[in-house]
T-cell receptor
Framework: NAGVMQNPRHLVRRRGQEARLRCSPM?????VYWYRQLPEEGLKFMVY????????ESGMPKERFSAEFPKEGPSILRIQQVVRGDSAAYFC?????????????FGSGTRLTVV | QKEVEQDPGPLSVPEGAIVSLNCTYS??????FMWYRQYSRKGPELLMY????GNKEDGRFTAQVDKSSKYISLFIRDSQPSDSATYLC???????????????FGQGTTLQVKP
């Protein structure tokens, strides 16, 4: 029973390139959350998605960032024209429902380095 | 002022000590409170969750919530070197159609338990 799977684990991009981060939720989970962790900081909420719907994107930067969770396949967090300030660990979490009340399961993260 | 404040430490204790980790918050709408443990280069792992005020115990771990003081604590008894990690508090407003599943995290406290 695999947990939340994120790939790649490490991603290096040059400034101006695009970064695509993938997240496969736990089996049976249809809710996905993305968080960003900057060095020496806690996790910051970015976006909450259900299958084919964005429910809350209040934490997403207004430009260059987008997220999707299609009917089939993993959830994708896309960062266009990356800048050095985008370097961070990006974590995905999933839950079977609106179960934030009880916490949810995180993946191991994708560490993005922009050079 | 941050919604959730957590002393980043680091906190260093000898093996066997009782550890007290704390968070304060400003949003009185928070109802659900969680503690996560994060090992270096890993994703956060849910340790405990609590609803509203009160205590909850699980093995060597005890979580306390005092909503009147907007203060939550995690106690670790008989601490072990394997407890060395970063501990993050998290909270959500929970309940109702306005619940989007968003967790607000503290900065995290780094704990080192020395043998």
């Amino acid at each position: 029973n695999a947990g939340v799977m994120q790939n790649p684990r490490h991603l290096v991009r040059r400034r101006g390139q695009e970064a695509r981060l993938r997240c496969s939720p736990m089996k049976g989970h249809s809710h996905v959350y993305w968080y960003r962790q900057l060095p020496e900081e806690g996790l910051k909420f970015m976006v909450y998605l259900q299958k084919e719907n964005i429910i809350d994107e209040s934490g997403m930067p207004k430009e260059r960032f987008s997220a999707e969770f299609p009917k089939e396949g993993p959830s994708i967090l896309r960062i266009q024209q990356v800048v050095r300030g985008d370097s961070a660990a990006y974590f995905c979490a999933s839950s079977p429902g609106r179960a934030a009340n009880y916490g949810y399961t995180f993946g191991s993260g994708t560490r993005l380095t922009v050079v | 002022q941050k919604e959730v404040e957590q002393d980043p430490g680091p906190l260093s204790v000898p093996e066997g000590a009782i550890v007290s980790l704390n968070c304060t918050y400003s949003n009185s709408a928070f109802q659900y409170f969680m503690w996560y443990r994060q090992y270096s280069r890993k994703g956060p792992e849910l340790l405990m969750y609590t609803y509203s005020s009160g205590n909850k115990e699980d093995g060597r771990f005890t979580a306390q919530v005092d909503k009147s003081s907007k203060y939550i604590s995690l106690f670790i008894r008989d601490s072990q070197p394997s407890d060395s990690a970063t501990y993050l508090c998290a909270m959500s407003v929970g309940g109702g159609s306005s619940n989007t599943g968003k967790l607000i995290f503290g900065q995290g406290t780094t704990l080192q338990v020395k043998p």
